[in-house]
């Protein structure tokens, strides 16, 4: 009887710890980031801000900043979307694949469907290296959905884009692996809440063993101490859905199981993106212990079937 219960308390607090973030240091002020490994080893974070920053590591724990993407200033195709010249640019996602990094980034203003997201390549990842390829999709007052926080997965020759921000949530269409463009005007729904003024963006799919997941943040970013931003998941065994939670509530439906929330001091944990390493599949995200936001890095268990933060 003793044994069971010490048993069943393990399990819950096995399942219900959420680890501190791992150790970094330096240059760790960021939001939304997004992490790529390139062929040499070193370690890229693009985050929300002015030209895109550029924050690299040759160990993922000491960080400098190195400059932007854009040093120049953004392109000027983002101006109609952030209402001036060289305005933030929110939520970049990139991907790192035979020699190249694709970066997919968003231009909009707090609030506003007047959205677009657009696409940009470089070998080196580098300040002023990148070239533009414009507008991927955009969003404009009245529409459905928002376009911004996109994410890339490449699985096998289909390229896949996720990306939406509250209103009917988040949506998936299917790009051209040559061009990085839509390949079809078809654009899936894959998960949607009413709770919170149906609060849920920064949506990325990751493929891990038999499963596709779709990691989301939920309720409020970007407030300091005040944000209420957690990491919900949900899985299925097609890219295109439906996902559904660890209880099978459809993601559809408001469903998606706790990754990662607020816990002691860490504040509002968010904005995430998902990378394969040497060591396994690590998770990049944003929180608060006072009004900047930090950088958080853990790695993520799959092995009971479900992201586990270790
Ligand atoms: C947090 O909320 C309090 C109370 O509403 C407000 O006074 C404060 O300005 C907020 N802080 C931030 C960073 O939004």
Redesign the pocket.
């Known amino acids: 009887m003793l044994n069971a219960f010490v048993i069943a308390l393990t399990l819950a607090s096995a399942v219900f710890a959420q680890p501190n973030p791992g150790k970094v240091t330096g240059d760790i002020s960021v939001h939304d980031p997004t992490m790529c490994r390139d062929n040499a080893g070193t370690y890229f974070i693009f985050a929300t801000g002015t030209g895109i920053p550029i924050h690299t590591s040759t160990d993922r724990i000491a960080w400098t900043q190195i400059g932007s993407v854009w040093p120049n200033g953004a392109p000027s195709d983002t101006n109609q979307f952030t209402g001036t010249t060289n305005g933030a640019i929110w939520a970049p996602d990139c991907t790192y694949l035979n020699g190249q990094f694709y970066l997919y980034y968003a231009a909009s203003t707090f609030g506003s469907q007047n959205s677009g997201i657009f696409f940009a390549t470089s070998t080196s990842g580098l300040p002023g290296t990148w070239t533009d390829h414009g507008l991927v999709t955009s969003t404009a007052t009245g529409a459905t959905y928002n376009a911004i926080d996109p994410n890339l997965l490449i699985d096998g020759s289909n390229w896949i884009l996720s990306l939406g921000s509250f209103w009917t949530g988040i949506k998936e269409m299917t790009l051209s692996s040559s061009t990085g463009k839509p390949s079809s005007s078809s654009i899936t729904s894959l998960a949607q809440r009413t709770a919170n003024n149906g609060a849920i963006e920064a949506s990325v799919i990751w493929k891990q063993g038999s499963f596709y997941y779709l990691f989301s943040s939920w309720d409020n970013c970007c407030?300091?101490?005040?944000s209420t931003y957690n990491i919900r998941v949900g899985r299925s065994s097609s890219a295109k859905g439906p996902f559904v939670d660890q209880s099978g509530v459809a993601l559809t439906n408001g469903g998606g199981t706790l990754v990662l929330g607020t816990h002691g001091s860490i504040v509002g944990p968010g904005g995430q993106d998902l990378m394969s390493d040497v060591d396994g599949t690590i998770m990049v995200y944003h929180y608060y212990t006072a009004?900047t936001s930090l950088l958080g890095i853990n790695r993520l268990d799959f092995s009971s079937g479900w992201p586990v933060v270790v």
């Open positions: 407030q300091g101490l005040n009004t």
